[in-house]
């Protein structure tokens, strides 16, 4: 049976009118591989970004940013979103 865990780390830095805020997405897949993740991101958030292995590319679609892989994969992936 296909299976997806994640785990997130948040981290916020404040500075003079801004806080740089990033997310590590940390997923665990099993069962069955993966080639593409959906997150929402509130679509006060404008500018947002995706860092990781292998990325192919991402779209965004309002509050639905979809991260495209270039090969499917199992077991664990971790996908770094930066924002401010």
């Known amino acids: 049976m296909p299976s997806l865990h ?8 404040l500075g003079e009118g ?3 805020c990033s997310a590590a997405v940390t997923y665990h897949i099993g069962g069955a591989p993966l080639q ?5 991101v509130p679509e006060a958030i404008e500018q947002v970004d995706f860092t990781g292995a292998d990325i192919e590319g991402w779209q965004r679609e309002g ?8 090969a499917k994969i ?8 930066t924002y401010d």
């Open 6 to 13: 994640a785990e997130v780390f948040h981290l916020v830095s």
């Open 18 to 20: 801004v806080a740089y």
């Open 74 to 81: 199992i077991g664990d992936y971790t996908l770094l979103a």
């Open 36 to 40: 593409e993740f959906t997150i929402r």
């Open 63 to 70: 509050a639905l940013c979809t991260v495209r892989l270039q």
